[in-house]
């Protein structure tokens, strides 16, 4: 029977299923962080039970981790909020308990989890990957099933390398057209987001799939893959094919030589069955499609650049009234009328190489407008930011007025110092635009990194098309 | 886990769709590393008018009178209605904690985000989907100023509330587990043998995956 690239992924991982659906599914892969470990890791001391497979889980600091660079200099004891660094501390005591392999916070592996594992190759195709943290969809961009867990799954999977689900539907999102100069994957699944809903893929796994898609770069799917969850996936996935294979190759934990060959062999037929049915389908075409921006509190309020913040009708139109109160704009009001306290370019979506040469590419030569209280850039890795600095890129941002920070997961979730003040409204390339999000009553604008830079240099939101 | 048989109680109505779980406990309590703690901040951005932070008491709090979980009719109800797509964004299992430690035992909704469901599954709160025109009912109800009890019964997947009576959906494991208040880890390691058989040949299979086990 003709399959899903899901069903191929979910077929190969049955451990058992029961008569009810619920499954016993393999994890070749656990991914973990300080902020969501610590009670799984407890809970395995109180029930006197060990780690079922030591070599199936990696961890990183990323959530809490300060991204001052001077604050980093000296590791943990330089984080000066306490109760985050007992946090930070209770990852290395838990991995080093444990036998945990991680890349501690001096580590020049550290990073986002989501930015650090592909980056290793710790995620290959047609693998089962788990994190407690909700946009480890990110890693479906390597067709792989992987999903965000709450804590007692972590613990799950820590005890029993396996996952208690039942399988989702499939749901296709074909994307025809190509992405025009200027436009970029951010763009892209915003304006998905936007079509589907917050809710609109609850249930299901999505499978991108179409011309737009296959002429991304692996990094640009990731940005797409991280924020299916925005629109309620647990998971998404892009099919593998040659540009899977050209950035996998080589990572120092992906396979090489025979097994290489073995490895691609089957990732070969990580992809769709043509005739393979889906439960649900949306088609999009993204032919002059502009750059997207979010107005609102929920990652599906989204318009394109040059549109206005829309009239509170419809069913929606609660939300809409509730949420142009909060964000502080006026129905009809024009997006590039909006003006910017702070630019935030980072996070599991958008801090990778790319991101950070198209903010590069926007700053160079100018200079951040002197309306903007501040405009960081916070690479998603010690990778990212090392390799950011040799080519240059760094110095552009800090020449143009920007601030260069150690990497982690900053501003996205505001856990760390990075926050918004009150009534700030903030230009970010990260996922999530929720009351509060970025810090107490501030106000985000999801965004790409291309479009945040440019805003930073205008103060306000501006076509990014003109800058790049 | 706390089993879930019976549960009559209360409900409050929670006026808001899309809720998601930076909502239910913000990030700055995400910094403890104890499953407990997080009552005194459920809705925190909501429920208090000041910013709040670890280690600040309720007594410490400017309180915001108007949401709904502050109203004095409502204090010590433990069924929360809420709206489509409850619980959506983070996984922070801390907004289950929170919602639990607060009193509530269940949450019903026309829908709910997976990750949050999975969340409450495990902690012996139970998440009930009802159809739109029964949540809508329930809403109208409680919004009109009615005191709106629940009966809740697991064993035979029922919402009782006045005159009507609801029935939901839930898988057989599940129901099992909330009934008996199952180890689900324990019941997974059961299979123990199962899993070892599977990753013995999954090994042989796709060796690639098992490059840094030693």
Not at chain 1, 256 to 263: H, I, R, T
Request: aromatic share 6%; proline share 4%; with cysteine.
């Amino acid at each position: 029977m003709a399959q899903t690239l899901y069903d191929k992924i979910w077929q190969d991982h049955l451990v058992t299923e029961q008569e009810d659906g619920s499954a016993l599914l393999y994890i070749d892969q656990q991914l973990l962080h300080e902020v969501t470990s610590p009670q799984a890791f407890e809970g395995l001391r109180l029930a006197d039970r060990s780690v079922w497979r030591i070599a199936g889980n990696l961890a990183t600091p990323d959530h809490n981790v300060p991204t001052d660079p001077k604050e980093r200099e000296t590791g943990i004891a330089g984080i000066t909020d306490l109760i985050a660094r007992t946090q930070v501390s209770t990852l290395d005591d838990n991995c080093r308990a444990f036998n945990i392999e991680q890349y501690d916070i001096h580590d020049k592996r550290q990073g986002i989890v989501h930015v650090m594992g592909p980056e290793q190759g710790a995620t290959l195709p047609g693998m089962t990957i788990v994190c407690g943290d909700s946009h480890t969809s990110t890693h479906g961009a390597f067709a792989a099933l992987a999903q965000g867990i709450g804590t007692s799954e972590v613990e799950h999977v820590l005890a029993s390398q396996c996952l208690l689900q039942r399988k989702t539907k499939n749901l296709a999102v074909r994307i025809s057209g190509e992405l025009g100069h200027g436009v970029y994957a951010k763009d892209l699944v915003l304006k998905i987001i936007g079509e589907l809903g917050t809710a609109g893929a609850t249930g299901h796994t999505i499978e991108f799939m179409g011309e737009a898609i296959r002429n991304l770069s692996m990094e640009g799917r990731m940005t797409v893959c991280n924020m299916a969850i925005e629109a309620g996936a647990r998971a998404g996935l892009v099919a593998f094919d040659d540009v899977t294979a050209a950035y996998v190759k080589g990572r120092p934990l992906a396979p090489s030589g025979e097994l290489w060959d073995q490895a691609l062999a089957y990732w070969r037929t990580l992809h769709s069955d043509a005739d393979a049915v889906f439960d649900t389908q949306h088609s999009i075409d993204v032919t002059n499609m502009a750059p997207q921006v979010s107005w609102g509190t929920s990652p599906e309020m989204v318009v394109a650049i040059d549109g206005v913040v829309p009239e509170p009708v419809g069913a929606k139109e609660e939300g809409i009234r509730n949420a142009c109160t909060y964000m502080d704009l006026q129905p009809g009001q024009k997006m590039t009328s909006i003006e910017l306290d702070r630019i935030f370019i980072g996070s599991c979506t958008n801090a990778r190489i790319e991101d950070i040469r198209v903010a590069a590419q926007v700053a160079k030569g100018r200079k951040v407008a002197s309306s903007i209280t501040q405009a960081m850039v916070v690479p998603g890795s010690g990778l990212v930011k090392a390799q950011a600095e040799e080519e240059g890129l760094a110095q552009i941002l800090v020449d143009a007025g920007f601030e260069w920070r150690a990497p982690g997961c900053s501003m996205c979730l505001a856990m760390n110092a990075d926050k918004l003040q009150p009534g700030e409204h903030c230009a970010s390339t990260s996922n999530r635009n929720f009351e509060g999000r970025q810090g107490h009553n501030g106000r985000t604008h999801l965004v790409s990194p291309a479009t945040a830079a440019a805003a930073a240099i205008a103060g306000h939101f501006v076509d990014s098309r003109e800058f790049v | 886990m706390t089993p879930f048989t019976t549960h009559t109680g209360l409900a409050v109505p929670l006026d808001r769709a899309n809720v998601d779980t930076d909502q239910i406990i913000p990030k700055q309590f995400l910094k403890s590393i104890r499953r407990t703690g997080f009552g005194d901040n459920l809705f925190d951005a909501w429920r208090y008018h000041d910013e709040g932070d670890m280690g600040k008491t309720p007594n410490d709090r400017e309180i915001n009178s108007d949401f709904i979980l502050n109203v004095p009719r409502y204090q010590g109800a433990s069924v929360l209605l809420a709206r489509e797509n409850f619980g959506c964004g983070s996984s922070r299992e801390h907004a289950v904690w929170a919602l639990s430690e607060f009193g509530f035992r269940c949450v019903i909704a026309p829908s709910f985000a997976d990750i949050f469901s999975n969340n409450c599954f495990k902690n012996g709160v139970l998440p009930i989907v009802l159809a739109e025109a029964e949540v809508v009912a329930l809403f109208d109800r409680a919004l009109a100023g009615e005191d709106v009890q629940v009966a809740v019964d697991l064993a035979a997947q029922t919402v009782s509330s006045g005159d009507a009576v609801y029935g939901f959906d839930i898988t057989e494991q599940r129901k099992h587990s909330l009934l008996n208040g199952l180890d689900e880890i324990g019941a997974t390691l059961a299979q123990a043998e199962s899993i070892k058989t599977f990753e013995g040949s999954y090994k042989q299979r796709r060796p690639w995956t098992f490059l840094r086990d030693v």
